[in-house]
C-alpha cells in the first residue's frame, strides 16, 4: 500500500516561480493519480479508478494558474485525458 499527500502552500514567496513550480508540482501530482486509476481500472477497481480520476480533475481544476499556451495546452491535455478516463468507468 501507499499513500500521496497532496500539500497545498498557503504563502508566495517570488509570485511569478511560484507560480510556475506550483503549475508543475500539480501537473505531476495530477499524472500520478491519473496512473493510479489507470492501474485500479485494469485491476477492475473502478470506483477507486473513478476517486482517482476526480481528485486529479479538483488538483488541477480548481486552483492552477495558466501561465504561457504551452502551460494552457499541458493542462487542457491532462484535463481531457482524465474526463476521457472518467468516461470509460
Request: charged share 25%; with cysteine.
Amino acid at each position: 500500500a501507499w499513500c500521496l499527500f497532496v500539500i497545498e502552500l498557503q504563502s508566495i514567496l517570488g509570485h511569478e516561480t511560484q507560480t510556475i513550480d506550483d503549475f508543475n508540482k500539480r501537473i505531476r501530482l495530477a499524472q500520478i493519480l491519473r496512473n493510479s486509476g489507470n492501474e485500479e481500472y485494469a485491476n477492475e477497481q473502478l470506483d477507486r479508478a473513478l476517486r482517482s480520476y476526480s481528485k486529479a480533475q479538483q488538483l488541477i481544476h480548481n486552483r492552477v494558474a495558466l501561465i504561457d499556451e504551452k502551460h494552457e495546452e499541458q493542462y487542457h491535455q491532462l484535463l481531457l485525458k482524465l474526463h476521457l478516463n472518467s468516461g470509460e468507468t
